[in-house]
């Protein structure tokens, strides 16, 4: 692939003392999948957020489209975080808002778009996602899958250049969840940047074009599926427990 449209370097998260992220590196070129796998408290949340500045790092450089980003300037900071998009496990919807109005705040107030223009771009967004039906039904009236969408949708208003998404499928019932990963399929095959964290077997095996497996704040393998999973590894054996745990056979 191209070069990096997104890097980061050494980042090191603590709290209260006890180190969660410890010192990792990650690139993404332009339309590149990444998954991170591993254990709970392995740092894969965290790393996400640190990512996103929404934790900020102990340490760590930042660089999108080979540009370095200063984190502690608040117009760099301001400008990154809207060019790297965030998906949340819980949706973080705003409860008191419709669908549209949940993505057209954001338009309106960060990108100061006009009440028409952003109207449009936001039913554009949950048309390609399917739910330019439900769009002034409020987050209590939707199904987690529905909100999840509402949730891509509204990152995608944004036009960011990266998505990070943090098991966005983990709150869902089962019934729901194939909807979300035909969305998330979907944008993989328009070409979206993403770095996702998961414990999707179909995902893991069939979306990435690396797979990056944490453990207790380091990346300790990384590299394809098709050299990852290989028995032996941690990442197979960490898969197989999902098989057992998911009954997925994929």
Same mark, same amino acid.
């Given at each position: 692939m191209g070069d990096p449209i997104l890097r980061v370097e050494n980042i090191c998260k603590s709290f209260n003392g006890d180190p969660i992220i410890k010192g990792v590196d990650v690139s993404l070129a332009k339309g590149e999948i990444k998954i991170l796998i !591993?254990?709970? /408290?392995?740092?894969?949340?965290?790393?996400?957020?640190? @990512?996103?500045?929404?934790?900020?790092?102990?340490?760590?450089?930042?660089?999108?489209?080979?540009?370095?980003?200063? %984190?502690?300037?608040?117009?760099?900071?301001?400008?990154? +975080?809207?060019?790297? /998009? @965030?998906?949340?496990?819980?949706?973080?919807l705003f409860d008191h808002l419709t669908a549209i109005d949940n993505l057209t705040i954001a338009l309106r107030k960060v990108k100061k778009m006009g009440k028409k223009e952003a109207t449009a771009r936001a039913m554009t967004e949950l048309s390609q996602v399917g739910l330019a039906? *439900? *769009?002034?039904?409020?987050? #209590?009236?939707?199904?987690? !899958?529905? *909100?999840?969408?509402? $949730?891509? $949708? +509204? $990152?995608l208003a944004m036009d960011p250049k990266v998505l990070l998404l943090d098991e966005p499928t983990s709150a869902l019932d089962p019934e729901v969840m194939g909807e979300v990963i035909d969305v998330i399929r979907n944008l993989a095959r328009k070409g979206m940047t993403m770095i996702m964290?998961?414990?999707? %077997?179909?995902? %893991? +095996?069939?979306? #990435?074009?690396?797979?990056?497996? @944490?453990? #207790? /704040?380091?990346?300790?393998?990384?590299?394809?599926? *098709?050299a990852l999973l290989v028995p032996g590894s941690r990442s197979q054996g960490f898969c197989d427990k999902l098989d057992l745990v998911t009954g997925e056979n994929r």
């Open positions: !591993g254990p709970s /408290g392995g740092g894969k949340s965290t790393l996400l957020q640190c @990512m996103n500045c929404l934790v900020t790092p102990d340490s760590g450089k930042f660089w999108l489209e080979e540009k370095v980003v200063d %984190i502690s300037n608040k117009q760099q900071l301001y400008s990154y +975080r809207q060019q790297v /998009g @965030m998906i949340f496990q819980d949706f973080n039906d *439900k *769009k002034y039904l409020y987050p #209590a009236e939707l199904s987690g !899958g529905q *909100k999840q969408r509402v $949730a891509i $949708a +509204r $990152a964290a998961t414990h999707q %077997i179909n995902l %893991i +095996r069939t979306l #990435a074009d690396e797979i990056l497996f @944490m453990d #207790a /704040g380091y990346v300790v393998e990384q590299g394809t599926p *098709k």
